[in-house]
């Protein structure tokens, strides 16, 4: 059974840095992407950042500049780096991971179970 485990968010002042990570495991194929997303309190799940299998990354304007995305060396294993945090940063930010089933299938999203950044003084 895919799991994705986030872990390191928490409180920080505007301008802090926190970093997040997922690991995922129980997958056979190694995802086609992984990626974040983000949902505020009474406002719909949005997209922050990707990074595929071949290593290509993209952000939503909101986070470009602040935010960074890495993969260790073995594709299992997201980080979101975020820089120069801002009040409306503040979400719960879930991992995404892409995962074929089966050979030649469409990935399938999976989803972890959500981490709390607060960005406040």
């Known amino acids: 059974q895919v799991q994705l485990v986030e872990s390191g968010g928490g409180w920080v002042q505007p301008g802090g840095s926190l970093t997040l990570t997922c690991a995922v495991s129980?997958?056979?194929?190694?995802?086609?992407?992984m990626g974040w997303y983000r949902q505020a309190p009474g406002e719909q799940r949005q997209w922050v950042a990707t990074?595929?299998?071949?290593?290509?990354?993209n952000y939503a304007d909101s986070v470009k500049g602040r935010f960074a995305i890495s993969r260790n060396s073995a594709g299992n294993m997201i980080s979101l780096q975020m820089n120069s945090l801002k009040p409306e940063d503040t979400a719960v930010y879930y991992c995404?991971?892409?995962?074929?089933?089966?050979?030649?299938?469409?990935?399938?999203?999976?989803w972890g179970q959500g981490t709390q950044v607060t960005v406040s003084s």
């Open positions: 129980g997958n056979r194929f190694n995802p086609a992407a």
């Open positions: 995404n991971a892409a995962i074929r089933r089966r050979s030649g299938a469409t990935p399938y999203d999976y």
């Open positions: 990074m595929v299998s071949g290593g290509a990354s």
